[in-house]
């Protein structure tokens, strides 16, 4: 073998959560397994993601690994939805306590991945001109882990500090006395717009289009409720596995407040019904209304509920009508959850620029240029997102049986069999893939039934002594077009939306609505079956 070569039963991509849980895993099944990272350290979305204000929307104690009795009975969160450095603490806990980073090569990126069919062998090349073969190759390389910068005319004339969300400094960023412009409105401005609001000089919130955004209600989480859910945990995670989304809702304590379960039919209400429920409830007022996520018309009057409680929140009238979201229906897009963001228009140092009045036009080298005026600023922040799902994938140069490219595969957009595994592409797995549930769900329940799967799946051609294993052309062509039916009709595909879920946030992307909408349950259910009549839909050959 060639020196700076070296062979591996797997080599896994990326030790985020996913690459993290993957190498317990194939260790505990005796599998030489290389994990190589682009980062320095483990926590792949909570070691980029160190924006001022970045937390999980999803309770802690559903957002965690289930797999350790232990680690899951040992680990205090201190909030209901704990904060970036506390998830970060988390992941570099397991690594610890796993002892992971021994088999994890960091600071070093796959730039290619190529499947040699006379050798069944996958040969992977670093940036740091290393090869490594394996007989399996998993791309754990995230959904969210490749940042967004939009092409701006005049970017690089800007004088100030430049920062985006999906890739912060470390050392994190001193804002006081600083004039700071924000571009976005999606989660990450969100949650970080109150925070930079109350360290910054002034902030300027470039927004093109506004968001609907749910108040997160977040506490601490006391010893007492903790105990309470960690004396519960079995029966909690076997509810999360069978959910539709991976969350019960349990940090919110059950039945609590905020658990309003959407039973009545808002297109029942009269006006003076709605106007006397947003002054008593809010936001969540909506939340108890069913036909709001199936019906246009009820979706409609349920965001004319949303924009009647912003302009009661935001004081100055021409800002809460900026704020407004309008010609898109609410659910479209990720929901949204936040702390103070409405609030945080209210202070004397944050402007909103409504960019429908009049986009940006150019970046100069002291701010922002847009047809409403020129905005002078010491700091631009973009927090404009991610090329989400196929961004990782398709930067690498993945080719499967005869070279064919992933890249051309995937030309209309991303094709898979269950999220899994690609056609021609044998022993590739991707975990939350498009066509899984992923980023629809608790990443966490979906991110640990892949592991599962594919461990088991590996396990099964041990035993067997199979050599490869790829779904049929007919399997994948039959998810595919599975996946795009059950989107049909949900707000996440109306015309007027446009999604990351999409592809519509990047120029160019085929608009394809790429998880899978089903629910967790019904999906973890569907790979079971999969499995249990002897792998259909995959080709497994000795
Ligand atoms: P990642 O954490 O993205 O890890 C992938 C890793 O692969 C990265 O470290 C990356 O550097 C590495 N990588 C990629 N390409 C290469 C390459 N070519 N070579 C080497 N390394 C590579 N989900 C939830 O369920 N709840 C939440 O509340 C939530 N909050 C989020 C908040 C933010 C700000 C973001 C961005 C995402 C959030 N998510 C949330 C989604 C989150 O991405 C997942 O929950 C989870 O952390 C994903 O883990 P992962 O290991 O699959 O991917
Ligand atoms: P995002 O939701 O894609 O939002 C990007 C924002 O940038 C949008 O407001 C977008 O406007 C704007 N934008 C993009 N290009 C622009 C341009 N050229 N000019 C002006 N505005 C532009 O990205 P994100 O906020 O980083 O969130 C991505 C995902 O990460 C979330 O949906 C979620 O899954 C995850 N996340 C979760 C949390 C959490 O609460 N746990 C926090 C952060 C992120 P348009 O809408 O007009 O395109």
Known sequence: MNPSESEFDVVVVGAGFSG?????KLRQLGLSTRVIEAGDDVGGTWYWNRYPGARCDVPSMEYSFSFSPELQQEWRWTEVMAAQPEILDY???????????????????????HYDESEQRWRIKTDTARTYTARFCVMATGCLSVPNTPTIEGAENFSGDVFHTGNWPAQGVDFSKRRVGIIGTGSSAIQAIPVIAEQAQHLTVLQRTPNYTMPAHNRPLSEEFRQQAIENYDEIREQQRQSMTGIVGYGFGFGGADNVE???AILETTAAQRAALVEQEGFVAIRRFADVALDTAANELACDMYRQQIKRVVKDPRTAEGLMPKGY???CKRPVIDTHYYEAFNRDNVDLVDLRRG????ITATGVQTVQGHFEFDTLVYATGFDAMTGALQKIDIRGRKGEALRDHWEAGPRSYLGLQVTGFPNL????????PSVLSNMLVSIEQHVDWIADCLTHMRDRQLATIEPTLAAEEAWVGHVNEVAQGTMFTAPSCNSWYLGANIPGKPRIFMPYVGGVGEYRKKCDQVVANDYEGFVLSA
Request: charged share 20%.
């Open 20 to 24: 993290m849980y993957l190498l317990h």
């Open 91 to 113: 992941a570099n806990h397991i690594a610890d306590r796993f002892t992971l980073r021994r088999d994890i090569e960091f600071a070093t990126r796959v730039e290619s991945a």
């Open 262 to 264: 959407p039973t009545e």
């Open 329 to 331: 229906p609410m659910g």
């Open 359 to 362: 986009g940006i036009e150019t």
């Open 429 to 436: 797995f991707t975990v939350t893939g498009p066509g899984s």
